[in-house]
C-alpha cells in the first residue's frame, strides 16, 4: 500500500505581505506540510526567496515531531547549485530538500554558497550530503526529463544515497498557476508500481478537479497553490485532496 496522504499547500500561493500568518493559517486548516518554492533566477527565470526567509518563516510553524510529520517544510530547490545550499537551508529550519535531477547532473561539489570547486557532483552524491545534514531528501523532474533516469538512484545499495521521496512536475517549473499536465502522470504511475512504499509528490495544476488524475496514477503528497490559499474554505479543499488520496490507496 502507498504512504497515506500529505497535502502541502504551496505558499508560493499565499499573500507574501504577512507571510508568517499565512503559513500559520495553512496549518490551522489541516494542512500536512508546507511546500516551499526557492527559485534562483538561474536554473528557472524568477526569484523567490532564500533561508533567511525559511527561518522566519519556521518560527511560525512548529517543527515536526516525527519523520514526514506535520509542519515540515519541503522546501523545493530550484537552483542550479543545489549542494551549495544544503547547509544553509538546514540552518534555516527545512525538514525536506528537495533538489532537481537536471540541476544535480550539471553542478559542482561546493558546499557552501561562497565557495567554488571543479569537482562536479551527482545525484548520489547530493541525497548522502543531504541526508549527512540530518534532513530528509528528495529529487524532482521537469516535465521534459525521461523518469527512468531515476531507477539507478533508487535502486542503489546505498541507503544514504536513496532519495526518500520524488516529485514529478506536472507543470514546468518556475512560476505558479500554470495548467496542468496530465502527460506526466505515466512517470507517476511508474514509479509507483516499482516503488510501493515510497511518497511520490505532484506539484503544478492540482486541484479539486485534477486530483482524481494524480491519485489514480499513484501520487500522495499533493502540492496545490492556488486551489488551496484562494479557496473560500481551505479546509474543504484540503480534505477534499486528501479524500482522492486515501480512497485510491486504501482501494489499491
Known sequence: ???AAIIAPSILSADFSVLGAECAR??????????IDIMDGHFVPNLTLGAPVVAKLRAHVERPQQVRGRGTFDCHMMVSEPMKWVREFQRAGCDLYCFHYEAAVHSTAATEPGDDSDQKTTPKDLIRHVHECGMRAGIALKPETAVDVLWEILDGREKSEVPDMVLIMTVHPG???QKFMASELPKVKAVRERYPELDIEVDGGLGPSTIDQAAEAGANVIVAGSAVFGAKDP????????AAVEKRRVAA
Open 26 to 35: 495553512m496549518m490551522d486548516e489541516q494542512a500536512d506540510w508546507l511546500h
Open 175 to 177: 512560476f505558479g498557476g
Open 1 to 3: 500500500m502507498a504512504p
Open 235 to 242: 479546509a474543504d479543499v484540503i480534505a477534499a485532496l486528501r
